[in-house]
């Protein structure tokens, strides 16, 4: 049987290549469907304080009832002179205190899981800028390029209002990358909500985050600091690609770079779809569906 976060990622659409898009989607009134380990813990995280509260709010508010019944001026007309009981401050002290040890333990967890580093597979620099992402990959000379939001009159089928860029972030699924942030002008911030990402890019300063990718898929985020007029140009767009089609696109990226171009706009989805024409042809009687995008998604 299908889980509740299972048959939300079941409903994901596809774009041409395949690919499931993690998007925001209407009326969607819990975090998107986590796709990495760190959004996964934050996700646990808050569902585990959210019942604590739950049971605080919940008691307060049976004894607030009591109160209000059995003291009322009608049935109590002469008022109480206890001003102390120490069984009552004991608890309202050891109790809370207890509550605040149980939610620290995990939350120092989740802290030191997300400040973890090592065994990185690759470093990506982010930069933020008035109002465009650019993008450097450390550990591949020259590939570095900008990604702008495509204008709406521009979009094609598949594409998303705000949030579908002209040159997406790839990235490699199921390996560990770990994000340089930083701005060239003013506070932004680098979010990606399905991939527990939140950073903020401030001038001068570099600050890290790591994800890992759980599938191939195209997740969005985009800047959420309010950063100038043209805050909402500043969108997201993270391609995961099976290990040995990212490997094909960073070599096609080398190759631009040397040329002085950045890497064409969803090559990506090329390098997708030889592969899936591959691998139907070595199957006997396999033969694919129809790669026509879907329709334009304008939330």
């Known amino acids: 049987m299908l889980s509740f976060r299972d048959a939300a990622a079941a409903e994901f659409v596809k774009n041409a290549a395949g690919f499931p898009i993690h998007a925001p989607r209407p009326w969607e009134w819990w975090f998107q469907p986590a796709a990495s380990p760190i959004q996964k813990a934050i996700d646990w995280m808050m569902q585990f304080v959210l019942w604590i509260m739950f049971g605080v709010v919940a008691l307060v508010g049976v004894l607030l009832g009591i109160v209000m019944v059995r003291f009322h001026a009608s ?67 020259g590939v570095d390029f900008t990604s702008y939001a495509i ?44 991939l527990g990402v939140q950073r903020y890019a401030i001038p001068g300063q570099i600050w890290h985050q790591w994800t890992q990718i759980d599938a191939p898929g195209v997740y969005y985020g985009e800047c959420n600091q309010i950063c100038g007029m043209n805050h909402d140009d500043m969108p ?23 040329q002085g171009n950045v890497p064409k706009v969803h090559k990506y989805e090329v390098l997708a779809e030889q592969a899936a024409k591959a691998k139907a042809a070595a199957l006997p009687g396999v033969t694919l569906a129809s790669a026509a995008a879907p329709p334009a998604v304008t939330h």
């Open 75 to 141: 049935r109590h007309p002469v008022p109480t002179t206890t001003t102390h009981n120490t069984v009552i401050e004991v608890l309202w002290t050891v109790v809370p205190a207890l509550l605040l040890i149980v939610i620290f333990v995990p939350s120092l967890n989740m802290i030191y899981q997300q400040s973890n580093y090592k065994h990185r597979y690759m470093t990506v620099r982010v930069i933020g800028h008035q109002w465009f992402w650019e993008y450097d990959y450390l550990g591949a000379k």
């Open 151 to 194: 204008p709406p009159n521009q979009l094609k089928p598949g594409e998303i209002r705000q949030l579908s860029a002209d040159h997406p972030l790839v990235l490699p699924a199921g390996k560990k990358v770990v994000f340089q942030i930083t701005s060239k002008d003013v506070l932004h911030s680098f979010f990606i909500p399905s």
């Open 236 to 258: 997201i767009e993270v391609v995961a690609l099976p290990m040995k089609q990212f490997q094909a696109w960073l070599a096609e990226a080398k190759k631009d770079a040397a």
